[in-house]
Structures are given as C-alpha cells and as structure tokens.
C-alpha cells in the first residue's frame, strides 16, 4: 500500500539512527529531511513547511522538551512525534506538556512507526479543515 508523500524533519544525534529513520520513513513515501542539531532544525522548521516533526528527547544544545516548547512558540499546527529511548513516564508527560501529540519510545516497529507518522498528519489535517471557514 502506497501512502500520501509526506515531508518529516527528523531531529537525532546518532548517525545510525537517522539513517535507519529516513530508511523506514521512505519506504512509506516520507520525504525526511535530517537535523542532528535542534537549533538546526528550529532553523528549518521556521522556513520550510513540514507535516511533522520527529524528535527526539537527549540531543546535545537543547533538550527535545526544549524544542517542542521552540516549536510551539511559532507553529501550532504540526504534530510533534517524539521517538526516543527516554522510557519514563515523566519523559513522556513532559513531551505531551511542551506540546507533543505522541512518543514513541526506541525501539519501535517499522510498521507502527508510519502508521503513528499517518495517523498524526491524519488527524492534524482533519482538524485544520475543521477550523477553516466554509466557502
């Protein structure tokens, strides 16, 4: 099953796992778009469009809750994933609170992974058509 194209901004320090992400995520018809910084990636979301962003909790210079919390600070709309090997509760109450729609923790099914990544653009689409008025 084909699914729609996509454009990710995948944020992870480790060389392998993005590598593995933009594997995954491609073959389910996602174009990535790879940071391995959050400021890097704070600069690409704040000029180029995105259906997602995907991020994660431990990387060097701001912390994944920090840059959820950045994100939010201009963008509002774009669902927030957070795939990270943080597996306590309290790393993913703090996700959700700084503005996340789901976390992930590593590692994850392929299969899961994209359907997680369709249901939330999914559901942030459906609800943008919800709030724009009729013609």
Not at 2 to 20: N, S, Y
Not at 76 to 105: E, N, R
Request: charged share 20%.
């Amino acid at each position: 099953m084909q699914v729609p194209h996509l454009r990710i901004l995948c944020t992870e320090d480790d060389p392998d796992t993005r590598a593995l992400l933009t594997l995954i995520l491609s073959d389910g018809n996602c174009e990535v778009i790879t940071s391995e910084t959050h400021a890097s990636a704070v600069d690409l979301a704040r000029t180029t469009h995105f259906d997602l962003y995907l991020l994660d909790n431990w990387v060097s210079g701001m912390s994944g809750i920090e840059m959820c919390e950045t994100l939010r600070g201009f963008d509002t709309q774009t669902p927030i994933l957070f795939y990270s090997a943080a597996a306590y509760p309290q790393d993913k109450a703090k996700a959700y609170a700084s503005g996340a729609q789901s976390y992930l923790t590593k590692p994850v099914d392929n299969e899961e992974l994209i359907a997680e990544v369709l249901r939330l653009v999914s559901e942030s689409r459906k609800a943008q058509q919800g709030n724009s008025p009729e013609l």
